[in-house]
């Protein structure tokens, strides 16, 4: 059993270990229990005796197997792993953003939940970012990361992708403008926090530009992209 647990620990540290068992490590008992309402738990650890959460394999566990098992710093006595959901060719969708090498996995996990909420169909992950399935990715999207579809290529997939369907090609930028009226799909390119979008985009891309004081230099890529997101779709 004990080799069973630092297995799963190893799960939330390993983005090798993730994809080589299909599964990913969820945390908390609010989270699991929303994915545990739309999709399979494989595994359920828990310091509570009867959980109302099915799982194929349940394990009550101790506080201190947890926090072996845990990222967090002082975790709420819940993990869980899913399966991993299989990558798309993202042929289906319109509306997509694509995350270009981000590191940060709260700037992911933001970006991420606001695509959902605003209507964004599918992601396209550039090489070199932090992983979708990490765990603090996870928990900073509440678990939706589970639920968009997904798609990982080099930057010249990407521009195969927008080629092959005909989708408009977004960036933000400093001399830029929004359309007039809102696209009908779009691909929004959203870059590393310190390096921004790969040079091959540069000529490639359509410049939006977000209107901002002269006191501040620039917006953290989450916030920067959730309104980039919102524009875009016509909310704001």
Known sequence: MKA?????????ENKKKRHEMGLCLIEG??????????????HLLTTEEHPHVKAKETFHVTQEV???????????GWVATTAMPAASTLDSCRWVLALDR?????????????ALAFGFEGLFLIS??????????????KGSALFIPYRE??????????RKHSLPIYAGDLNGSFPEQ????????????GQGISP???DQTLPLTIPISDQVESLNVAVAGSLLMAKLKGIL
């Open 182 to 193: 809102a696209p009908s799909g779009a691909i929004l390119i959203l870059g590393n926090e």
């Open 200 to 202: 091959i985009f540069k």
């Open 4 to 12: 069973f647990f630092n297995e799963l620990a190893e799960l939330r």
């Open 153 to 162: 290529g080099t930057a010249s997939d990407l521009l195969s992708f927008q």
């Open 66 to 76: 947890i926090e072996k098992i845990s990222g967090n710093v002082t975790p709420d």
């Open 29 to 42: 008992k609010k989270a699991i229990v929303e994915i545990a309402n739309k999709r399979p738990l494989v």
């Open 128 to 141: 070199g970012g932090v992983d979708l399935f990490n765990d603090k990715v996870l928990r900073a999207t």
């Open 102 to 114: 981000i590191q940060d996995p709260g700037n992911m996990g933001t970006l991420v939940r606001t």
